[in-house]
């Protein structure tokens, strides 16, 4: 797989390094609510020293996620191969 250069957007299914994050991001927050429901378990509350920053984490993962569904649209808007 080549790398796009500098700036220039990914062709295809290629994820930059934002796609990669805000997907890493999404798994993490995904797991934590998983381990809330199940096992009343906030890792971010345990790792994170203050309550602004696991709100500040949790906001970070909420704004991965609409990164994802934008990225889900581009693409389900891509011709097929």
Not at 39 to 57: E, G, Q, S
Request: glycine residues 12%; charged residues 15%.
């Amino acid at each position: 797989m080549a790398e796009s250069p500098a700036g220039a957007e990914p062709r295809g299914r290629e994820l930059s390094w934002l796609d990669w994050v805000a997907l890493i991001a999404l798994v993490a927050g995904g797991l934590n609510c998983g381990l809330i429901a199940a096992v009343n378990l906030d890792v971010f509350a345990k790792i994170l020293p203050h309550a602004a920053a696991t709100r500040a984490a949790q906001g970070l993962i909420g704004l991965a996620a609409l990164h994802c569904v934008v990225l889900l649209f581009r693409w389900g808007g891509e011709a097929p191969d």
